[in-house]
């Protein structure tokens, strides 16, 4: 079992920053990819960035690529998703989720556990 818990959401005007955090526990962290995904109002949940296992690789949607930026602290048990530049299309609720595999994945289906996310509000 692996249980994940995702914080620094909030509402924030168009053009700010934010930092999320995803705190893991439960297994070896460290072996495993994560990813971050995002779930607006009537839509489906979107792939948004992901990271091997070390951190040497990350995946970012094209919608958010130049503005967000993925990284892991492993000795933290702790993967971030830095995003900056917000526009109001990125209001969602924002969640991560691991892999159970060292190779990251944009396929949604490809995560075996997820958090239950953290809510992010760009106001324009």
């Known amino acids: 079992q692996v249980q994940l818990v995702e914080s620094g959401g909030g509402l924030v005007q168009a053009g700010g920053s934010l930092k999320l955090s995803c705190a893991a526990s439960?297994?070896?962290?460290?072996?495993?990819?994560m990813g971050w995904f995002r779930q607006a109002p009537g839509k489906e949940r979107e792939f948004v960035a992901a990271?091997?296992?070390?951190?040497?690789?990350?995946y970012y949607a094209d919608s958010v690529k130049g503005r967000f930026t993925i990284s892991r602290d492993n000795a933290k048990n702790t993967v971030y998703l830095q995003m900056n530049s917000l526009k109001p299309e990125d209001t969602a609720v924002y969640f991560c989720?691991?892999?159970?595999?060292?190779?990251?994945?944009?396929?949604?289906?490809?995560?075996?556990?997820w958090g239950q996310g953290t809510q992010v509000t760009v106001s324009s």
């Open positions: 990271i091997n296992w070390s951190g040497g690789r990350t």
């Open positions: 989720a691991v892999r159970l595999l060292n190779i990251a994945s944009q396929i949604r289906g490809e995560y075996d556990y």
């Open positions: 439960g297994r070896t962290f460290s072996r495993y990819a």
